[in-house]
Nanobody
Framework: QVHMVESGGGLVQAGGSLRLSCAASGRTFRMYGMGWFRQAPGKGREFVAAISWSGDSTYYADALKGRFTISRDNAKNTVYLQMNSLKPEDTAVYYC??????????????WGQGTQVTVSS
């Protein structure tokens, strides 16, 4: 069982940066691949980035490569999402998920409650 809590969301101007954190409980955290997804109002949940259990492999949505960086610290049971050069279209609720490193949300068994990111123009 893994329980996650996201933090770091907020309001930022276009061009700014935010770093999201996802703190996980459970001894098995380091065994899981982790992912970040987002959901904008009126839209479906969208893959953002994923990272393997070891942190050696990372994956990104094509449209976000170069602006977003996923990382993890297994000693702290935390996964991060660094978001740079933010755009208004990045506005969404961001969720972390555990259980896979794929881009398919159905492969993940555990989800956080989400954190709101709002980018103003």
């Amino acid at each position: 069982q893994v329980h996650m809590v996201e933090s770091g969301g907020g309001l930022v101007q276009a061009g700014g940066s935010l770093r999201l954190s996802c703190a996980a409980s459970g001894r098995t955290f380091r065994m899981y691949g982790m992912g970040w997804f987002r959901q904008a109002p009126g839209k479906g949940r969208e893959f953002v980035a994923a990272i393997s259990w070891s942190g050696d492999s990372t994956y990104y949505a094509d449209a976000l490569k170069g602006r977003f960086t996923i990382s993890r610290d297994n000693a702290k049971n935390t996964v991060y999402l660094q978001m740079n050069s933010l755009k208004p279209e990045d506005t969404a609720v961001y969720y972390c998920a555990a259980g896979s490193d794929s881009g398919n949300s159905r492969d993940y068994g555990y989800w956080g409650q989400g954190t709101q990111v709002t980018v103003s123009s």
